[in-house]
């Protein structure tokens, strides 16, 4: 089983929907967790960090279930510039990455 | 204020040449890394130094070797490269925000391919 698990996708989703994506990992033992956003042939960048308390940054909301193991991320008003691949990352002393869920927005 | 740079972002090696990526941060951080980014792999920590003067394998370190060469510079030698090491490289770097959260920023990253 791999540490750090996502659907690869894509999600293909008109603009303004609202799209979720899981990432589930397997060491309970893990501390931080982040969502990053990857565009195509670019340096991945930090989208938001996740607490245990869930956390809202504009459309995006990040939450984290501990007893089951997964975080996700929520996007709403989903726009043409949302278009990217997402990275889950998990820590346990160490950055964990997942592959990545790709996601395109539609006009 | 650049952040994380790399160089170069493009490079074509033939069998067993050698060569030096370079990373440089102007953040005052501590902690760097390598990565290596394959297709459907996601990124794979190569080496990583926690802070000036100590290096540290990562999960695929074989291959390559590392130099902290001061607080700002992290580079990466590949001494005889394979066509295995054809991948996008990407440096980053860190500083412990909290006790549990580290946050990683990234360069753009070198592009790498090997005939």
């Known amino acids: 089983r791999k540490e750090v698990e996502q659907d690869p996708g894509p999600f293909n989703v008109p603009e303004g929907a609202t799209v979720a994506f899981n990432c589930t990992y397997s060491?309970?033992?893990?501390?931080?967790f982040f969502w990053y956003r990857q565009d195509c042939r670019k340096e991945p960048k930090l989208l938001m960090s996740?607490?245990?308390s869930g956390n809202e940054d504009g459309r995006f909301t990040a939450q984290l279930n501990r007893a089951s193991q997964y975080i996700s991320l929520l996007i709403r008003d989903s726009k043409l510039s949302d278009s990217a691949t997402y990275l889950c990352?998990?820590?346990?002393?160490?950055?964990?990455f997942g592959t990545g869920t790709r996601l395109k927005v539609l006009a | 204020n650049a952040g994380v740079t790399q160089t170069p972002k493009f490079q074509v090696l033939k069998t067993g040449q050698s060569m030096t990526l370079q990373c440089a941060q102007d953040?005052?951080?501590?902690?760097m890394y390598w990565y290596r980014q394959d297709p459907g792999m996601g990124l794979r920590l190569i080496y990583y130094?926690?802070?000036?003067?100590?290096?540290d394998k990562g999960e695929v370190p074989n291959g390559y070797n590392v130099s902290r060469l001061n607080k700002r510079e992290f580079s990466l030698r590949l001494e005889s490269a394979a066509p295995s090491q054809t991948s996008v490289y990407f440096c980053?770097?860190?500083?412990?925000?909290?006790?549990?959260?580290?946050?990683?920023?990234f360069g753009p990253g070198t592009r790498l391919l090997v005939l």
């Open positions: 980053a770097s860190s500083e412990v925000t909290s006790a549990v959260q580290e946050t990683q920023y």
């Open positions: 060491n309970s033992a893990s501390q931080s």
């Open positions: 996740v607490y245990s």
């Open positions: 990352v998990v820590t346990a002393y160490k950055y964990i």
């Open positions: 953040m005052n951080h501590n902690s």
């Open positions: 130094s926690a802070s000036e003067g100590t290096t």
